[in-house]
């Protein structure tokens, strides 16, 4: 037995005495080679079982092969190589096995039997006959290929003929296998027929595929004699109607450029001209079907009554004052000045803060129709663009399909969950949303279907988003972007009173005078069964309570009413407690600070609790900590060793203590540079044994100096820390300003520091006198 390298084979098959160019680019069987042309260039040539595989064992490979040699060898640019090998003998394969990166292979030489007799003539000559038949019926043949048929070896004549047929490698294999001639001869034969009757089967199909076509053209030709005899009887006056139609429609519109007026013409005439019943007439068919049915000259009047439009505003949403007051303003102005242009305001906000039902809102009370057009997925630029009409089954983008909809000029457009757009290789629609939200160029946007400017300035554009940071910046500078933060609790319970209970009571078919509920019963839903920034939650708890008031007044086990839906029966209708939010540390501990946290169901409290132990100066995080979260962690710990004299800390403790940071409810992933200060405090706290006060909590970024800058989010923290029972906030100094957002009760509630260096969170937090440090 000879070991030798093995190339796999996927498709094709090399047999003995045959020259064959292969590409190679799998990185065994560049391996495989590579070993070959250091070892007399002999490899073994094996196929596999299934050409999927790109990785394939020794199971997925047949059990004979070809032993051969490599005649040339090019290595192309992209790594992979152009060979040409020369098949040698037959082999059986004994072992396979993985060696020094590539497969090799145990080999047993297979002595053909070459017995030459008269069974083996015919056998020859009846494989001749049937491989001239096949050249004869198959279209596709090689030339070369009637050289074979001059062999006086029979073995190689089979093999030979075998390479030319289109065939599985399966058959293939079978051949190879055949180490007898005269069983490989019969094979091959046998294979040829089967081929023959094949390739006559498709030859009577392409006949009857040919006498269709010609039934057709035939039906055709009848078709326009019929069309001409229709015609001197009168009968086509169908189509003439259809043609004056869009001449009546296309002379009533009066507002329509001139330039789309003589396309359009111009198509309608073309039309006209065309068989009616031709794919062509079809297209153009839409086409002037699209241009006509858009609104040209039809506008909506605004509604610029601001008093009747702060009304509808304030019934249909409570809060988000932010955004009413930006739409009161576009009408204030739009009374002073017809000209201005509909603005492109993006609302940004957590998931159920109504902002789909805002726009929707905001279009009543400007008396505008309302589109909706939801980009959430869409990744190809042809959505909002459209395709071009030489594609089958071609229409218009959306945003041309949703001016057709809104049947006026001036609609609200809403462009729903703008943020999560995607892209691919069909284009950006994010990019193609440039023009449309372009002040300076909608008024001439191309669809690629319509292929004729259309003036969408006097749209207004509203956007929505969860988070801004995903949506491509030079859209983004293209749109007024107002957040809406989320909902306090007091919001969501005037929401859930005014807007929310009696919607779903009316749902479910119950009255006021059947059940009611309390403001405390609310209160307890909102804080013990949903974790939210919007309402949705919210709302879908009130429908459970409901559908189990509703179930208990048909049953009869209501016997009062209405039923009274009170604080301590709130646990009845929907449960234990679902939620829990972090409360107050009790007392006052070493090493443990209250940190703030936005999440996307608003703000949390977040304790971050700090020991130390015997050690070497080394800093352990945990409590799955971001990256940022990690180096606000390690700038404290850095600011500390830099200070230790001002903070009370011996200078040398990094050399003999080692400091834990953990960061609880470690399946939650943190990150962000907020928890700074509040980490630097903890710190401080566990090296100089001093306790933190349990009423305190703090936000902010720290730098290497002891500097405190100001962070996101400091509504939704302040509302956290009120809920959570904190007393005092530590706030950076610069985010002062964002305290006219919190709600005036919140603020009374709380004593509120501002900041600006660490040495002043230092003595608040740990009521240490003298401890003031350079920053």
Known sequence: MTGLPLLPLRGVLVFPSMVVPLEVGREKSLTALEAAMLHDRQLVFVAQRETRLDNPGPTDLYQVGIVGEVKQLLKMPSGGSKVVVEGHRRARISEIHEAEGYLQALVEEVEEDDTFDTETEALMHLTVQLFEQYVKSASRMPGEASLSMNLDDAGRLADTITSYLD???????????????????????????????????????????????????????????????????????????????????????????????????????????????????????????????????????????????????????????????????????????????????????????????????????????????????????????????????????????????????????????????????????????????????????????????????????????????????????????????????????????????????????????????SDNALAAVIRGYTREAGVRQLERQLEAILRKVAREILQGRATTFPVRISKNRVDHYLGRVKVRHQAALEGSLVGTVTGLAVTEAGGDVMPIEVTTMPGRGKLSLTGKLGDVMQESAQAAFSYIRAHTSELGVAEDFHEHVDVHVHVPEGAIPKDGPSAGIAIATAIISALTKIPVASEVAMTGEITLRGRVLPVGGIKEKTLAAHRAGIRMLILPEDNEPDLEDIPENIVRDLSIHWVDTLDKVLHLALNVEGMHGSS
Not at 229 to 258: H, W
Not at 381 to 408: D, F, K, N, W
């Open 167 to 517: 065939v599985r490698t399966q058959d293939k294999q079978d051949i190879l296998e055949a180490f007898s001639v005269n069983d490989r001869l019969t094979r091959v034969s046998d294979l040829l027929s089967h081929q023959i009757d094949l390739l006559e089967v498709e030859k009577r199909i392409n006949i009857r595929v040919r006498k269709q076509m010609e039934r057709t053209q035939k039906e055709y030709y009848l078709r326009e004699q019929l069309k001409a005899i229709q015609k001197e009887l009168g009968e086509s006056e169908e189509v003439e109607d259809e043609i004056q139609e869009f001449r009546d429609r296309l002379a009533a519109v009066t507002d329509l450029p001139e330039a789309t007026r003589d396309k359009v013409t111009r198509e309608i005439e073309r039309m006209a001209k065309m068989p009616p019943m031709s794919a062509e007439a079809v297209v153009v068919r839409n086409y002037v079907d699209w241009i006509l049915s858009l609104p040209w000259d039809v506008a909506t009047s605004e509604r610029l009554d601001l008093d009747e439009a702060e009304a509808i505003l304030a019934s249909q949403h409570y809060g988000l004052d932010r955004v009413k007051e930006r739409i009161l303003e576009y009408l204030a102005v739009r009374q002073m000045s017809k000209s201005l242009k509909g603005p492109i305001l993006c609302l940004v906000g957590p998931p159920g803060v109504g902002k789909t039902s805002l726009a929707q809102s905001i279009a009543e009370a400007t008396g505008r129709q309302f589109a909706r057009v939801s980009l959430g997925g869409v990744r190809d630029e042809a959505e909002i663009r459209g395709h071009r009409r030489t594609y089958v089954g071609a229409m218009p983008g959306r945003i041309i399909q949703a001016l057709r909809q809104s049947g006026s000029r001036n609609p609200l457009f809403l462009l729903d969950e703008v943020d999560k757009m995607a892209q691919d290789f069909r284009g950006d629609p994010a990019a193609a949303l440039l023009e449309v939200l372009d002040l300076e160029q909608n008024a001439h946007f191309s669809d690629h279907f319509i292929e004729i400017p259309v003036d969408l300035s006097q749209v207004m554009f509203i956007t929505t988003a969860n988070v801004a940071h995903t949506i491509p910046a030079p859209l983004l500078d293209r749109m007024e972007v107002i957040s809406l933060p989320g909902y306090t609790e007091e919001e969501k319970r005037e929401i859930a009173r005014k807007h929310l209970w009696p919607k779903q009571r009316d749902a479910h078919g119950l009255g006021e005078d059947q059940v009611q509920i």
